[in-house]
């Protein structure tokens, strides 16, 4: 007998089950403190839950529906056992490659997102491709660093530039005071445990690049639309405000700017978020209404498509940007 009163049920949104069971995975693996033995109990607990699931759908042929709650069931333990798996993965402590766990001289990698710049300083994340070890080896490595440089001389560097470094690595520091921001967890919610200072003979720029070839053409794109903004805007403080609010570039953001808003409660307003690409798509698509008949709404579905994704190539495949476009 079917249920009028409740249309919309678990059966038809299988999808809150996964969520659930991934969230379920990543809260665990910050609830329980972080081992090697804990990560390779949970792999061979992994393994056992897959042969499990693999055995019995070769038995029942998957034919036997009072066996469909257990098939369920063990997909929801197996896919928070890789929601814990993959939250601990990237860990020094689990991760053996982890820079860190070597005697070095110096590093090498890549910029591994937008640099941030201000009046003193140039920040931006490090991704660990290689060390020189004091022997004079050079081995593989991995890992992430929040690189901070003196902004004496006129840097050229963006995403995907290849950087050899001399070792200054230390440990973040945890907050000091109470109720202080705590820095050091917000970064390592991002992968990356450790920092370095450098002075400007400390590191050079080798010329190759490396990274995601499509992210650092975005970025580009980027780039030169904001430029486009300098021809119009100006005042810098407006020039800021439009390229945050249009493509997410923060980068030439005045600190006051960002108090000013954060004073007034609306800080979140210059984040290009889900809300920008449903604009985007609703003034397109409104734009677009005339195109009706069946050959233009393929037309038209096309220009929606590419216009959403050029958008979000304009903003540099923001995180958020991204999950909308896809949806």
Known sequence: MRMKNFPLHFGRAPFVYFVVALLLGITLAYSIPISPFRYR?????????????????????????????IFGLTFICLLSLVAWLLTWRSHPIINKKHFSHHSISYLYGFIGNQPKITSSAWVAEFRVTGVKKSNGKIITASGKLLL?????????????????????VRDISPPFNPNEFDYKTYLANKNIWHQCYLDTNEWIKTGKMKGNQLVRYALLARERMVDKFKCYFKDEGAKAIISTLVL????????????????????????????????????????????????????????????IWAYALLTGFSASVLRAAIM
């Open 148 to 168: 901070k440089m003196s902004n004496q001389r006129n840097l050229h560097i963006s995403y995907g530039d290849e950087l050899v470094l001399k070792s200054a």
């Open 248 to 307: 997410g570039y923060r980068v030439d953001l005045d600190q006051a700017i960002i108090q000013a808003f954060s004073a007034t409660g609306t800080i979140h307003v210059l984040a290009v978020s889900g809300m920008h690409v449903g604009v985007v798509f609703l003034f397109l698509s409104f734009s677009l209404s005339w195109m009706k008949t069946n050959n233009l709404r393929v037309l038209r579905f096309i220009i929606l498509l590419f216009s």
């Open 41 to 69: 109990f949970i792999i061979i607990l992994f393994l056992v839950g897959l042969l499990f699931f693999t055995g019995l759908s070769v038995v029942s042929r998957q034919k036997n529906h009072h066996l469909f709650a």
